[in-house]
């Protein structure tokens, strides 16, 4: 290619503070041609897994690493030849603007790493840093000027000239909307101008929820929500190992490495159990009533397309006790010795994939009406199965519910998420022998369970909050009266 240069795509921080992804496929090949936005791999984090796009056009020339092998975060993985691209050396003052001509940066300073996507690692990243305005030595100006070039989505910038720094800078280019990359092949697959999209990330970042909720406003009056696979819930504990070879003759024992989402999910049960105090309470109920109403909802045209199934009035009657019993939506600040009581409701669903358990929330669950809950459970429980859950849809949650319920269990002791101080778990829903108007006879029958972190969650609370979950599912037309 005539005036060429290879750039080199190192892996991003995909989530907040992560230091390693797995990569699970590569989806091109050396000699292929690549555009921007373009999905190259997809990679498993410690919290979901993520297609990478490759942020400019070129010629694949090498992959560094094959599917199955864990990078680090910065590690280039894939060599792409661009045409009238950066020199090697501008490269990487776009990864790390601190280059060593510029005398202000502490030759003892340890080297942090750097995010190399827009958007992507921590907001305090110095690739946002914005150049000085006293005077500088041409060499510093002009990696200063890669960096933004880069940042602003322009790629790098040519070589400078020797020539005296000018006494003002000319204007910068006007930035193209900020977004991750999976955030802008979200808005291109659905046909989304990001500079029509309201942000509401940090420093103005588009995030897919952004995304979505501008398909939404646009096509609101056609919309109507997929129908969603039967949810599959999980107890907090990792999902079930492989089978066991056919013949006990070829191996006796088969061995899993312990990595990603399954890492991630035994690091964060070993931490709640070590570091909340977990009381748990349990109420059986009659919610005969409760099967009744759902088999009714699913005949209202309201929710025509969507599946209404028991944990959608599960849900709904946690979010009435909530309302009822703020308190409980809390978390525990160690630092600053403070409980933080929500006044919003972030719901988490705990689901089992193939790669293990997560646990994604409906953010603002408390603020939706019951057709509105069910699309957004319906959408969180098949984008979990299809594996393509993305890190900030399990960030941020407060309260979460896990349905043991559907692997026949009757019920469980179910361990906090970390950062919550409650989860709700439901137990299977069977005909059993109960008492009903002074008569034993056939009703429908769970027992439901609620852990709480009792540091700020006493006994009082907690039973209070448990009873009127309890008492909604026995009479469901407390969501009426209560609500």
Request: charged content about 20%; proline content about 10%; hydrophobic content about 45%.
């Amino acid at each position: 290619m005539t005036n060429a240069s290879v750039r080199e795509f190192k892996m991003p921080d995909v989530g907040e503070g992560l230091t390693e992804a797995e990569i699970l496929k590569w989806y091109v090949q050396p000699g292929d041609t690549v555009t921007d936005g373009q999905v190259v791999c997809e990679v498993e984090t410690a919290k979901a897994a993520v297609e990478l796009p490759i942020p400019y056009d070129g010629v694949v020339r090498a992959l560094h690493f094959p599917e199955g092998t864990t990078v680090d975060v910065g590690t280039s993985i894939i060599a792409v030849e661009v045409a009238g691209g950066a020199a090697p050396a501008q490269e990487e003052a776009a990864v790390a603007p601190a280059p060593a001509a510029e005398p202000e940066q502490p030759a003892e300073q340890p080297a942090a790493r750097q995010p190399v996507l827009v958007g992507y690692g921590v907001a305090t990243s110095s690739t946002r840093r914005r150049p000085r305005k006293q005077a500088q030595d041409p060499a510093a100006q002009q990696a200063a000027s890669a960096v933004q070039s880069e940042l602003n989505g322009h790629g790098a910038a040519p070589a400078a000239p020797a020539v005296p720094a000018a006494p003002a800078a000319p204007p910068a280019p006007a930035q193209r909307p900020l977004a991750k990359p999976p955030v802008r092949k979200l808005a291109k697959d659905l046909g989304v101008d990001l500079a029509t999209v309201t942000p509401t990330g940090p420093d103005g970042v588009v995030t897919r929820e952004d995304v979505h909720a501008a398909v939404a406003a646009a096509q609101a009056p056609q919309q109507t929500a997929p129908e969603a696979p039967p949810a599959a819930p999980a107890a907090s504990a990792p999902a079930a190992q492989p089978a066991a070879p056919a013949s006990y003759d070829s191996a006796r024992e088969t061995r899993i490495p312990v990595k990603g989402v399954r890492k991630a999910t035994a690091a964060a049960m070993v931490g709640s159990a070590f570091t909340a105090p977990h009381v748990t309470e349990f109420v059986t109920v009659d919610v005969t009533r409760t099967m009744k109403l759902v088999e009714e909802l699913k005949q209202d045209k309201e929710f025509a397309g969507l599946r209404v199934n028991p944990l959608l009035l599960i849900a709904k009657a946690l979010l009435v006790a909530i309302r009822r019993n703020p308190d409980i939506n809390a978390s525990w600040d160690e630092a600053a010795q403070e409980i933080v009581v929500k006044h919003y409701v972030n719901l988490g669903i705990a689901a089992a994939t193939p790669r293990g358990l997560i646990v994604p929330n409906i953010k603002d669950a408390h603020a939706t009406t019951l057709p509105e809950l069910a699309a957004s459970l319906g959408e969180l429980v098949s984008t979990a199965r299809e594996g393509k859950t993305s890190p900030s849809a399990m960030q941020g949650g407060t309260v979460t519910i896990t349905n043991v319920g559907v692997f026949g269990v009757d019920t469980g002791t179910p361990l906090l998420n970390p950062g919550e101080s409650a989860i709700l778990a439901v137990g299977a829903i069977k005909p059993q022998p109960w008492v009903h108007k002074g008569k034993v006879k056939p009703r429908q029958v769970t027992t439901l369970a609620l852990s709480f972190d009792h540091r700020l969650v006493d006994g009082e609370l907690g039973s209070k909050v448990l009873a009127d979950v309890a008492a909604v599912l026995e009479q469901p037309k407390r969501l009426i009266t209560w609500a």
